[in-house]
Nanobody
Framework: VQLQAFGGGLVQPGGSLRLSCAAS????????IGWFRQAPGKEREGVSC????????YYADSVKDRFTISRDKIKNTMYLQMNDLKPEDTAVYFC??????????WGQGTLVTVSS
């Protein structure tokens, strides 16, 4: 199982970025995929996730109404549209997948920096 994360970068407060995470190495669509983030000196926290088969979503309170998660079942790829970014969104974002009977898998981190 491989998770390849794309996106991230430097953006000003109020700006937008889109992260994507492509999953490969397995054939089922019965799994959940999402993002965690870890800011300097803080613990890793869940941001958002989506079930690939049904599209059921979850958002942390801190990102509701600003972030939107979606998926492309054909491409086995998940997207996180991040709008109205704030300095407190600055963190390394990690893609995570939970596959039943196989476990948790992590992609490489991608840095999001929100600063003027």
């Amino acid at each position: 199982v491989q998770l390849q994360a794309f996106g991230g970068g430097l953006v000003q407060p109020g700006g937008s970025l889109r992260l994507s995470c492509a999953a490969s190495g397995f054939t089922s669509d019965n799994y959940a995929i999402g993002w965690f983030r870890q800011a300097p000196g803080k613990e890793r926290e869940g941001v958002s996730c989506i079930s690939m088969s049904e599209g059921i979503t979850y958002y942390a309170d801190s990102v509701k109404d600003r972030f939107t998660i979606s998926r492309d079942k054909i491409k086995n790829t998940m997207y996180l549209q991040m709008n109205d970014l704030k300095p407190e969104d600055t963190a390394v974002y990690f893609c995570n997948a939970v596959i039943p009977r196989r476990g948790h898998f992590w992609g490489q981190g991608t840095l999001v920096t929100v600063s003027s």
